[in-house]
């Protein structure tokens, strides 16, 4: 049967409170995007009942409804005649959403705006990296041994993956600095350029800082008098981020006060000296020990007490991501894997914890009666394997609560186990069932039978006790 978009329009705004409720309004692929004046005049079971709604949740000040791809817009397009309001691009609603949200909702916002658009790159390069670690690592398929060891026709290959898979990372500045200063209104151009000076070969490498330091032999620029460190920042999150934020204000403050035909000449040559210089004197150090301060203390609670470490992480990340906080791990992960720890200990827990959330969703597709959310609980469950859990999270188990108790607890549980065996990724990739191949070959063992545990406990948890508390709201 046709779907008639502007009846379901209509349920949809009776069911928000009505169009003065409405604060502004967006979509994506498959939700509506709505900042609502007041959530709680939401009829959120008329909206549900409604056969077109999938599920609805509201994260980061946004009231997000579930229609799926190809009705979304189409519902979208009729809720915006109703209203007669105009069609809002996502950024405008997330700046209204930003606006209702506490200091620390806006600091989060800020990394999440700065780290999300580089997200494919960076996963993208930890998918090629899993791909060279297949064909590099000993022991996957032969006894102390690689595949390139034994088929040796096989190591070009490995090099050229390796060359194209470590670019993202080696470049990391650039990327963070494109995006940063995007962000804070300069131009990414600008950014790219900062942050490809801050990685130049001609200054000491980052990863080559700790024996230069030992053996005295920092190279320094001598200043009138001030010796500055000629120390490149590669792989470093908190120097480019910094920086980034001081050139978008230079460069923002310069062209409002430099008339337009001289812009060329002085806006961004002033902006890139002076945000330079104020780097490499006083932002970079500071920020460089602050960074690898951070790393230095993850490295030793996951040393000293490894099982409560992995325990704990286990068991908030999810809360974690319902609040947006987990964005700012990402940065520490990075850290992690681009300086001398060998690797992260934190993202294989995520990854774990992600299946964890899809699994405990499966668990409720047999447990659930509605037919659009058993629908929801399947479709979500997958997404949560392959590194998206938001749909999980809010669409099936935080309204239920308990597959999303199972979901943690067994996530802490295999986080302590990974962790005991100091399980390591070599890189950032997809979070999720396909993050098998981001970890170290000689741990794929101990993170397989970490994804035993949070594929089999939280499925098994949450169908048992769905089964048997069996509350009239999962037959709704």
Excluded at 347 to 362: K, V
Aim: overall charge neutral; hydrophobic content about 50%; some cysteine.
């Amino acid at each position: 049967m046709a779907v008639n978009y502007k009846k379901s329009a209509e349920q949809i705004l009776e069911a928000i409170g009505g169009e003065a409720n409405i604060s502004s309004a967006t979509h994506c692929v498959t939700r509506l995007r709505l900042v609502l004046q007041d959530e709680s005049q939401v009829d959120t079971k008329a909206l549900e009942d409604l056969d077109v709604v999938k599920g609805t949740f509201s994260a980061n000040g946004q009231f997000q409804i579930i229609l799926g791809n190809g009705v979304v817009d189409k519902v979208y397009k009729e809720l915006m005649a109703l209203t007669g309001r105009e069609e809002q691009s996502k950024d405008d609603v997330k700046e209204a959403a930003a606006k209702k949200g506490n200091p620390l909702q806006r600091a989060i916002k800020v990394l999440a705006d700065v780290f999300i658009p580089i997200l494919p790159a960076i996963v993208t390069a930890g998918l090629l990296m899993g791909l060279n670690n297949v064909l590099t690592g000993d022991n996957i398929f032969y006894d102390n041994a690689s595949i390139i060891d034994v088929h040796p026709q096989w190591t070009d290959f490995a090099d050229i993956i390796n060359v194209i898979a470590s670019t993202a990372f080696t470049f990391l500045p650039a990327l963070i600095g494109w995006s940063a200063v995007k962000r804070f209104g300069g131009s990414p151009l600008l950014g790219i350029v900062l942050g490809l000076i801050l990685v130049n070969p001609a200054l000491l490498s980052a990863w080559d800082y700790g024996s230069a330091r030992e053996a005295g032999e920092i190279p320094v620029w001598n200043l009138f008098g001030l010796e500055i460190q000629k120390l490149g920042y590669q792989g470093q999150v908190l120097p480019v981020f910094v920086a980034s934020i001081i050139l978008a204000k230079i460069e923002v403050f310069l062209r409002k006060r430099i008339p337009d035909s001289f812009h060329l000449l002085t806006v961004a040559p002033v902006a890139l000296l002076v945000t330079s210089f104020i780097t490499f004197i006083a932002v970079g150090p500071i920020t460089f020990a602050i960074g690898n301060g951070i790393a230095d203390g993850f490295i030793w609670l996951f040393s000293a007490v490894p099982a409560i470490a992995g325990f704990l992480y286990g068991i908030i990340y999810g809360p974690l991501v319902i609040t947006g906080m987990h964005h700012t791990f990402l940065a520490v992960d990075l850290q992690l894997t681009s300086g001398g720890a060998g690797g992260t200990f934190l993202w294989p827990i995520l990854a774990l914890s992600n299946i964890a959330q899809g699994s405990a969703a499966f668990a409720m597709y047999f447990v659930l009666k509605n037919k659009n959310l058993k629908g929801l609980a399947s479709t979500s469950g997958l997404s949560a394997w392959l590194g998206i859990t938001e749909p999980a999270l809010f669409g099936v188990n935080l309204r239920f609560r308990f597959p999303f108790l199972a979901a943690i607890i067994s996530s802490g549980f295999a986080g302590m186990f990974i962790s005991v065996q100091s399980v390591l990724a070599t890189n950032v990739g997809v979070g999720g069932v396909p993050g098998i191949f981001s970890i170290q070959p000689g741990s794929w063992g101990a993170f397989a039978i970490g994804m035993g545990i949070v594929i089999l406990l939280p499925f098994i948890a949450t169908l048992l006790y769905g089964k048997i508390r069996n509350p009239k709201s999962l037959h709704e």
